[in-house]
């Protein structure tokens, strides 16, 4: 008998895209369907998404100077005011996809500058998002490990935010370690997570925990796609990373009776449906081979 069976599939009670994204999407297609804009940088971390952009005519610039358009789209993630101020001094158009709770962490950190204390980042050093966080600071630290708090030097105030996909748990772990090492110093921290990242790492930790494997959907370089596989792995031993259903392995789920689906904020409604839809077909072909192999031989 199949060992495929009577498997159960779960989705996470909190899942895919979320209102920055969706609101993002939608003012470029919107603008789009008027004039040719430029969006500067990936609006979105995932490459169906992209496409689809792609394929309405929209360009995707990584640098300012190679914008062509009379407008250019500054992405989901933000970016820096001097970034802003020089493609303003282009001429150009500067339509803003910024998720509004990006723009609360620029607004935290410019705070934290004003009153005094050393701005410390917890996130990706090289990610669109941080580096527009930091870019016009004149001195910062971004850190994300251990040994990073290890490299910071002594300061009177340290002024902590984070980058709006990092998992909460582990940047209050980051924050009590700077408040450990410089027990003289004021640390002041500010959330800037976002509450959809937290509702997602929230409910990944609970599907994780009653799955025998996970499905992750979401683009290869998506930061909080990778932080709910981190997650994920912590709970259940048998976790995937897939951008689409076309990546699912059937030798993935041998044995496994409860499989769950999660996914990040900036995966599509459509691709999640296609890897649950995947994942159904496959339990159907395994549930009819084994009653084909449950059937009395009729030969003689």
Known sequence: MSQFTNMKILRAEHLGMCFGVRDAIRLAVNKASESPITILGELVHNESVLT??????????HKLESVATPTVMITAHGASESTLHRARSRGLNVLEATCPL???????????????????????????????????????????????????????????????????????????????????????????????????????????????????????????????????????ARVFHVQSAADLRPDWFEGCRTVGITAGTSTPDYLIDE??????????????ESEADALPSLAG
């Open 52 to 61: 689809s952009l792609r394929e309405r005519g929209i360009d995707i610039e």
């Open 102 to 236: 990006v723009h609360f962490a620029h607004r935290v950190v410019a705070q934290l500058v004003r009153e005094g204390y050393h701005p410390v980042i917890v996130g990706k050093r090289d990610h669109v998002e941080v580096r527009g966080l930091v870019a016009d600071l004149t001195a910062y630290d971004v850190i994300l490990s251990t040994d990073d708090v290890a490299q910071l030097k002594e300061r009177p105030r340290f002024g902590v935010a984070a980058q709006t996909t990092q998992p909460i748990q582990k940047v209050r772990h980051l924050v009590s370690l700077i408040r450990e090492r410089f027990q003289a110093s004021e640390v002041r921290f500010l959330d800037t997570v976002c509450q959809p990242t937290k509702q997602r790492q929230t409910a990944a930790i609970e599907l994780a925990q009653n799955c025998d494997a996970v499905v992750v959907i979401g683009g290869s370089n998506s930061n909080n796609t990778k932080e709910l596989v981190a997650t994920c792995e912590r709970f259940c």
């Open 275 to 288: 890897v649950e839809d995947r994942l159904r077909q496959l339990v159907a072909v395994w549930e009819a």
